[in-house]
Structures are given as structure tokens and as C-alpha cells.
């Protein structure tokens, strides 16, 4: 019988690193899927993608979701996120795909030149610039504004 996990701790801890770190350096890189795996969005994902597409994941987590796009011939797949403690598990878990690719970032300053991935995929990772706010319809300024700021970049 598998273990139930219980799920991470209040939200408002989302939007820490020391939060993210310490549940990485627990769980390295064992899956977990907090919205549901690659076969939940495959079927609204797959028109919307070509061979040779350069996809980046924004907030990848410990998410197979990656790999499986690069087991699906996707095979140019850059994954940040913030936690080097994440990045480090995902990067050891998966050396033998080359064209996976793992890089600490932040969402709100990304250092990649423009025009440089034709996708982007983000499944849950807005969700730290919202987990201060009380009311979903009616954000802070500062909310707002870092949103807009993540979207104008991506």
C-alpha cells in the first residue's frame, strides 16, 4: 500500500525558496505531479506543438513532465526553477538526456535572450506571485504587477 503524502504546508510558503529547498532536499527528484501529469494536458498540449519546437518549462519542479515531452520526441526541453536544490536532483535524475536541459531561475528575471524557445509551458508556478493575496478578483498592485511583468517577459 503506497503512502498518502500529505500535501506541502500553507500556501503563503509557496513564494519562499527556503520552502522549496528544504521540500527538494527531501524528495530530490521523485515525481510529483501537482496538477497532474503530461497525459492530463497532452491532448489540448500536442496541437499546439511541432518537432524541433525549443520549449522551456517555467517552475519545473520535481514534475516529470520534461521528461516525458522529451520521450515523446520533444528533445529540446529547458526546465528552470527557482530551488537549486530542485535543479540539482533533476539534473542528476535525468543526465541521460541530452537534450534536457536545467537552469536555476527565477520567473520574475529570466536571462535568456529573446526569441529563444518557440514554447513555454508553465503548470502551477504563477501561483507564487499570488500566494500573499486574499482575494483572487481582486489582486494587490504588487501582485498585478509582478504578473506583468513575468507574462511581458515570457
Known amino acids: 500500500l503506497m503512502e498518502r503524502r500529505r500535501p506541502p504546508a500553507a500556501p503563503p510558503r509557496y513564494g519562499r525558496r527556503r520552502f522549496w529547498d528544504a ?57 528552470i526553477d527557482f530551488s537549486p536544490a530542485c535543479i540539482a536532483a533533476m539534473r542528476a535524475r535525468y543526465a541521460r538526456c541530452p537534450g534536457l536541459r536545467w537552469a536555476v531561475m527565477d520567473i520574475r528575471a529570466l536571462a535568456f535572450p529573446d526569441a529563444s524557445f518557440d514554447v513555454v509551458l508553465e503548470k502551477g508556478t504563477l501561483d507564487v506571485l499570488m500566494v500573499e493575496e486574499t482575494d483572487p478578483w481582486d489582486v494587490s498592485p504588487q501582485a498585478a504587477a509582478a504578473m506583468r511583468r513575468v507574462l511581458a517577459e515570457v
Do not use: K, M
Request: glycine fraction near 12%.
Open 23 to 79: 521540500l527538494y532536499r527531501r524528495e530530490g527528484a521523485e515525481t510529483r505531479e501537482w496538477l497532474g501529469g503530461l497525459s492530463r494536458f497532452l491532448p489540448q498540449l500536442e496541437p499546439e506543438l511541432r518537432p524541433g519546437d525549443r520549449i522551456l518549462v517555467l517552475g519545473c519542479g520535481n514534475s516529470a513532465l520534461s521528461h516525458d515531452l522529451h520521450e515523446l520526441g520533444y528533445t529540446d526541453v529547458t526546465s
